[in-house]
């Protein structure tokens, strides 16, 4: 029982390259969400996705693109990628409370 | 949307002493949830408080849920070094909205 699981773990991307981060939970949980986190932000939600099919906007949606390819997965995508997009990313699923990832550390330059 | 403000932003104590958090929403809240990060970790959820006046304890940490639902707080009693980390509240609503969270450090 894996619980949440990320890859990559680190990236390091330049400013115009894409790339799609992978997250999958074995808990058969309805509910996937992707956060950033900024020092000083806390956790920021860019998108969720509530059950298999449905995909719904977080805080900060721009600049990102969301696959719940099945009701294990969701992956996040940046099609051109931003130096304003350096961060640690965390995906998470839920039934109330929020079992999260490990993160996905990524630097653009 | 909702959202959830979260002080002191950091707090250093001496270990032994509390410590105490607080979240606060200028809107009433359905209810609010507790997370801690330790560093270069993932937040791990702690607890769910869903009822007007609410107060729950987990060993030295109590948890409270205001009268109104639109305030809580926690405080750790006689910190440990192992509570070092960063403690953030947060409210579910189909999606979540996390304060920025106080990053409590202790010296031994």
């Known amino acids: 029982n894996a619980g949440v699981t990320q890859t990559p773990k680190f990236q390091v991307l330049k400013t115009g390259q894409s790339m799609t981060l992978q997250c999958a939970q074995d808990?058969?949980?309805?509910?996937m969400y992707w956060y950033r986190q900024d020092p000083g932000m806390g956790l920021r939600l860019i998108y969720y996705s509530a059950s298999e099919g449905t995909t719904d906007k977080g805080e900060v949606p721009n600049g990102y693109n969301v696959s719940r390819l099945n009701k294990r997965e969701f992956s996040l995508r940046l099609e051109s990628a931003a130096p304003s997009q350096t961060s640690v990313y965390f995906c998470?699923?839920?039934?109330?409370?929020?079992?999260f990832g490990p993160g996905t550390r990524l630097t653009v330059t | 949307g909702q959202q959830v403000m979260q002080i002191p932003q950091y707090q250093h104590v001496q270990e032994g002493e509390d410590f105490t958090t607080y979240c606060n929403s200028s809107?009433?809240?359905?209810?609010i949830q507790w997370y801690k990060q330790r560093p270069g970790g993932h937040p791990v959820f702690l607890i769910q408080l869903v009822k007007s006046g609410e107060v729950k304890k987990q060993k030295r940490l109590t948890f409270q849920f205001g009268e109104a639902k639109k305030n809580s707080s926690l405080h750790i009693t006689a910190t440990q070094t192992t509570d070092v980390g960063t403690y953030f509240c947060?409210?579910?609503?189909?999606?979540?909205?996390f304060g920025a969270g106080t990053r409590l450090t202790v010296k031994p």
């Open positions: 947060a409210r579910y609503n189909n999606d979540m909205r």
């Open positions: 998470a699923s839920s039934t109330y409370e929020q079992y």
């Open positions: 809107t009433t809240l359905s209810n």
């Open positions: 808990m058969n949980h309805n509910s």
